[in-house]
């Protein structure tokens, strides 16, 4: 059986027509599966019996399974935690801000980039995400806006995983949530963060979709990011930084940086003025993010004199440096934090 939850219109027709089905059944299938909220093909009733009938033969349109879900005291955020067919799990987020809604997508189940801070990475990576399962995090929860007439607005790729390690299904999940059977979502609307793989920068830098880019740089220096990034060994600063200016070039489309503020660690005026000199000249624009703590890292937030203190040393060099805005703390919405402790409940 095949579940063909995450395919294109195209796909679909090319097989419909091996089972001599006219094409115009594959723009209803992918409206219901897309846009409709249809969790059966029996469910599709402007196919005939027959062709529902014969079809569930054929195939599914299996989603994930939400499994566990936490709102945030304040409402405006909501973390689900998703189950796959095999039992994988993975993480996704609604966060209403006043612009809109914006959902954080997972790319992968664990992830094997060994980042100190980060929870995702723990267990280390289980499996890539399929593009279904990528873009059913997104069908699912604008799904649920509908009934309110809301709508999704932006997506994040800032969930567990490293997505340019799972460059083809992204970007498939990618490019089938732009389409107008699906939720025509604008590349403009859409982030992708990366822990730094060069090629897949360079990469997406010629794929002709203008998405946005977020960079987790974290250290100002090799020898520092190296120490907590371990993917810095292999594609150290100087490359980074130049595949990420050479993507806002071609893309036209800002970059920013990402910086966890680590106590003692990272967040030093030291610290502040070698990133600045770092990013010098650069289209980019930092943001500042105090470490969520991880129950596991003995990694600790630093104080608010200190968070200033840092924003101000790179305003002074005019570095645009926004403070995230922290949403869902209290409920473990950190990159890989629900996952795990669902994990460790035994679940
Ligand atoms: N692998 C990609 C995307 C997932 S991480 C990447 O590295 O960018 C998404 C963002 O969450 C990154 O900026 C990451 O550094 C950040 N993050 C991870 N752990 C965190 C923590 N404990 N506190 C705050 N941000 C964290």
């Not at 010629?206 to 907590?228: K, N």
Request: charged share 20%.
């Amino acid at each position: 059986m095949n579940n063909i939850f995450g395919w294109t219109k195209e796909a679909l027709a090319a097989s419909l027509k091996e089972q001599g089905v006219p094409r115009f059944r594959a723009e209803q299938i992918v409206r219901w599966m897309y846009q409709r909220g249809a969790v059966s093909l029996h469910a599709m009733d402007n196919l005939p019996k027959g062709l529902r009938t014969q079809l569930a033969e054929r195939f599914s349109i299996m989603r994930p399974q939400v499994i566990s879900r936490l709102h945030s005291a304040d409402g405006a955020t909501i973390k689900l935690l998703h189950e796959f067919a095999d039992g994988q799990t993975a993480e996704t987020v609604l966060m209403r801000h006043s612009y809109g809604n914006s959902v954080c997508i997972s790319t992968q189940a664990g992830c094997r980039m060994g980042c100190a801070f980060c929870a995702s990475t723990l267990h280390g990576l289980q499996r890539n995400l399929t593009a279904g399962e990528i873009a059913a995090q997104v069908i699912g929860i604008a799904d649920f806006l509908r009934m309110e007439g809301a709508r999704v607005d932006t997506i994040v790729v800032m969930g567990s995983g490293e997505p340019l390690e799972n460059y083809d299904n992204v970007v498939a999940a990618l490019r089938l949530l732009h389409e107008d059977y699906t939720i025509g979502l604008s590349y403009r609307g859409i982030t992708l963060s990366t822990s730094g793989i060069v090629p897949g920068i360079e990469r997406l830098s010629e794929e002709g979709i203008p998405i946005s880019l977020s960079i987790s740089l974290h250290a100002p220096t090799d020898e520092l990011r190296s120490q907590i990034m371990p993917v810095n060994r292999m594609y150290p600063l100087a490359a980074l930084l130049r595949a990420a200016c050479s993507y806002a070039e071609r893309t036209k489309r800002r970059v920013t940086y990402e910086y966890i503020l680590i106590r003692d660690l990272n967040d030093g005026v030291r610290e502040a003025e070698q990133l600045a000199a770092l990013l010098r000249g650069q289209l980019a624009s930092v943001n500042l993010i105090p470490i969520n703590p991880v129950a596991e890292r003995q990694l600790f937030r630093p104080s608010k004199a200190a968070v200033r203190r840092f924003q101000h040393v790179l305003e002074e060099r005019h570095i645009t440096a926004t403070l995230r805005r922290e949403m869902g703390t209290d409920i473990q919405a950190a990159c890989g934090q629900l996952r795990n402790r669902l994990m460790e409940a035994g679940l």
